[in-house]
């Protein structure tokens, strides 16, 4: 799936929805938020949601540059959805998202007069968060509380995250849980916004995250939760680092199948490091059917991973889909029964390379299960850390404290090293002690340290087993 694109750091500084001037064409009416990300090449770009009649434009280091009109005001049609037609509707967003490319030698950099935060030339201070909407399904009659901060922390763990100074904040995925309405009766979602629209994209992500969103530019990793059919339309307005391509939009379901899918890119870390960036928002959990086209894309998405990962001699590959995590379930009888938590990817990755990841890739970072997790193989593969855990409904079963002795992963080896925290929202923050190795703390919802741990090129330890909750 190639296509042209510019390489683009999108780098967000969140004002909120609240005025921010007129040096940002806001009006009094106007509101608008800014943040960065870190595109392909570790480019940077601004972008701004404004409900103004222009776009601003962007001062870097002195120089103003025009911002460019990524996307119009206006509501896309009805699409067919995740959800049945009768819990769904089209999606609006009423706001000019503006766009534009942060010089690469810029060191300052301002929308209005009020500054945008820039990655430095060596990355050392990272946050990991993953998972952060409120759940909300027609399925669920006992909804999250989305309006209750203890149920939905996503706004206090943004906060204690941004008082960390991270250098980056990487996403591992899923931003957008409140896809239908909050059921009749339910206290705890009653009037929330709900759909896959800017107001939904607000409540669940740019408001809580407005802090964090200050502090730092973000990788943004694609979780399924973003795929065409749920959040895909905002995701390719928000948060996407390519350009936004008229068959690109999820809006037209005909164009799915380039609009689902992306290519990987690298963000350079400095000092020979770098995060490989790789977009599975429709990979699933269980293996491919004979013939599903999702495997040649993920195919070809590997080969580029591995082509990527020449360049340089340390790799974070950070992907929603965690291949070598552990998932647990209850089953009928009241048990627990404990999977590899994605079978999807490992047919493709065998294919392409039976050791599955090339030598420079020390770890995998991912999402989509609602723990946080960390798994070492004694070097032979990279380690697998989920961090899905920063504010949707945990997964409250709990992960056994030693692995059985049965289990292997999807990749066919069993931890030697296994760390695990149920139930408990937060985030995690890494910081790089040289190349290869980096100094890992768990924190709470408060900015707590509740795990520490090391990583070593491919190898991770912790120091305890398991974070039970309080």
């Known amino acids: 799936m190639t296509r042209g694109r510019f390489a683009a750091t999108f780098f967000t500084l969140a004002f909120g ?64 959805t995740a959800s049945k037609p009768e819990f769904t509707k089209p999606s609006a967003f009423p706001a000019r998202i503006c766009e534009a490319t942060v010089p690469a030698k810029a060191r300052h950099a ?3 007069g009020q500054p945008l935060p820039l990655p430095p030339e060596a990355i050392r201070r990272i946050v990991v968060i993953g998972d952060t909407g409120c759940r909300i399904k027609a399925a669920d009659r006992a909804a999250q509380a989305c309006n209750d901060p203890t149920a939905y922390p996503f706004a206090t763990v943004a906060k204690a995250a ?20 909050c059921p009749d009766g339910v206290a705890g979602c009653a009037g929330s916004p709900w759909g896959y ?8 992500f740019l408001d809580p995250a407005a802090p964090l969103l200050k502090a730092a530019p973000w990788i943004f990793v694609r979780g399924n939760h973003e795929s065409c059919d749920r959040a895909g339309q905002g995701w390719q307005r928000l948060l996407d680092p390519y350009p936004l391509a008229a068959n690109r939009t999820c809006d037209d379901p005909a164009n799915d199948t380039v609009g689902n899918f992306a ?48 360049g340089a001699a340390h790799t974070i590959l950070t992907n929603h889909h965690p291949v070598l995590g552990m998932a647990v379930f209850r089953d009928k009888q009241g048990g627990t029964r404990i999977v590899p938590s994605n079978l999807s990817l490992i047919d493709p990755l ?61 990749g066919g080896v069993v931890p030697d090293a296994f760390s695990s925290w149920v139930d ?41 087993a398991q974070v039970h909750a309080k």
């Open 110 to 112: 301002s929308i209005g």
């Open 350 to 410: 065998t294919e392409a390379d039976p050791a599955l990841y090339p030598a420079s890739i020390d770890l995998l970072l991912s999402g989509h299960i609602h723990v946080w997790e960390q798994s070492s193989f004694g070097g032979k593969l990279p380690s697998q850390i989920v961090a899905g855990f920063s504010g949707t409904q945990e997964d409250i079963v709990p992960l056994p404290e030693t692995v059985p002795a049965d289990f292997k992963t999807a």
């Open 263 to 310: 290519d990987p890119y690298a963000v350079p870390l400095g000092d020979g490091s770098q995060i490989v960036v790789w977009d599975t928002a429709m990979a699933g959990n269980g293996p491919f059917p004979a013939g599903d086209p999702r495997r040649g894309v993920y195919l070809a998405n590997i080969k580029s991973i591995a082509a990527l990962a020449k």
């Open 197 to 204: 629209g800017l107001d939904s994209w607000r409540a669940d």
């Open 17 to 80: 929805f609240a005025a921010i001037g007129k040096g940002v064409g806001a009006t009094t009416q106007g509101s608008a938020a800014a943040y960065v990300l870190l595109g392909p090449s570790g480019s940077r770009i601004a972008r701004v949601v404004t409900v103004a009649e222009k776009c601003p434009t962007l001062s870097a280091d002195g120089r103003v540059i025009p911002m460019q009109l990524r996307s119009a005001p206006g509501a896309a049609p009805l699409r067919p």
């Open 424 to 464: 408990g929202f937060g985030f995690m923050t890494m910081e790089r002690t040289d190349a290869a190795n980096w100094k890992v703390e768990i924190h709470d919802v408060a900015g707590a340290v509740v795990n520490r741990c090391t990583i070593a090129g491919r190898v991770s330890k912790c120091e305890v």
């Open 162 to 181: 941004a008082a960390w100074k991270p250098d980056i904040v990487l996403h591992v995925g899923d931003y957008l849980y409140r896809e239908n309405a």
